[in-house]
């Protein structure tokens, strides 16, 4: 894949990166933010066992929201794997994600403030839930991108100066720039090209073949790991093509 594609990234992070992506189709780029929402598997919670919930939300509520709860996913786990979590809570206090105990020290929630619900004085909430491995495709709680966008990285280019009393309009350009080959994220400058480059008319023009990709991991993995899964399962079914149409 190295070899295939020139990477940088614009603003890195765990849950958030900004990347430019050279040497790619419209079609490969797309076909990546969909795999990082459909193809990628993350764990969930599916089912739920209540051995006791006095509170006032019925079990079915609670198993939704648990559902919900992003968990934290290792990259050697198999369809079908089940990892268990516990939570045993008494009011008065709030139970939250963080309270979830794993049988697992690589699983457990993405985020530990999400509440689940308050309980008051002699209320109490014990059960018992079972994650499974399964893909955005099959149901939204196993995407692990919760914002995935792309759009053609932009060259400028200054043409001439602006007429000298014409009226300086605003011209607006969102996502990143290339700047005589600097790359430059264009909320620097308020997304306005007047304001980075007064007195100027510029003119954009799309990069062919690069694409600025945004994307936010829900924390099941670091976006790094996300992207490269997408990739690879995109891969993996041109293989699977291949074979098939060598039959």
């Known amino acids: 894949m190295a070899s295939d594609f020139d990477v940088e990234f614009i603003d890195h992070g765990d849950r958030e990166s900004k990347f430019l992506l050279r040497g790619a189709t419209p079609a490969f780029a797309n ?12 764990l969930s ?7 006791e919930n006095s509170s006032v939300m019925f079990d079915e509520n609670l198993a939704l929201r648990l559902g919900l709860v992003p968990l934290t996913t290792p990259d050697d786990l198999e ?16 139970a ?16 530990t403030n ?9 209320q109490r909430l014990e ?10 495709r099959d149901h939204a709680k196993h995407q692990g991108g919760v ?42 400058f308020d997304n306005d090209l007047t304001e980075r480059y ?26 790094d790991e996300l992207v490269l899964r997408a990739v690879d399962t995109l891969y993996d079914r041109a293989d699977e093509l291949e074979s098939a149409v060598q039959l």
Request: charge should be negative; charged fraction near 30%.
């Open 31 to 42: 076909g990546i933010r969909r795999a990082i929402l459909a193809d990628v598997p993350t």
């Open 45 to 51: 919670i599916d089912t739920v066992r209540f051995v």
């Open 114 to 122: 999400v509440p689940l619900i308050e309980l008051k004085e002699d």
């Open 198 to 223: 007064p007195g100027k008319e510029v003119e954009l023009t799309d990069v062919e073949n690069a694409f600025v990709f945004h994307v936010e991991s829900d924390g099941s993995m670091p976006v």
């Open 127 to 136: 059960l018992e839930a079972d994650a499974v491995l399964g893909h955005g």
């Open 147 to 188: 914002a995935v966008g792309y759009r053609h990285l932009q060259r400028v280019e200054v043409v001439g100066d602006a007429a000298e009393y014409a009226d300086e309009e605003t011209k607006i350009a969102r996502g990143v720039i290339e700047d005589d080959g600097e790359l430059v994220d264009t909320d620097e």
């Open 79 to 94: 369809p079908g794997d089940e990892i268990t979590l516990a939570l045993d809570v008494e009011g008065p206090g709030t």
């Open 96 to 111: 939250y994600s963080g309270d979830l105990v794993s049988t697992d020290s690589q699983v457990e929630p993405a985020d």
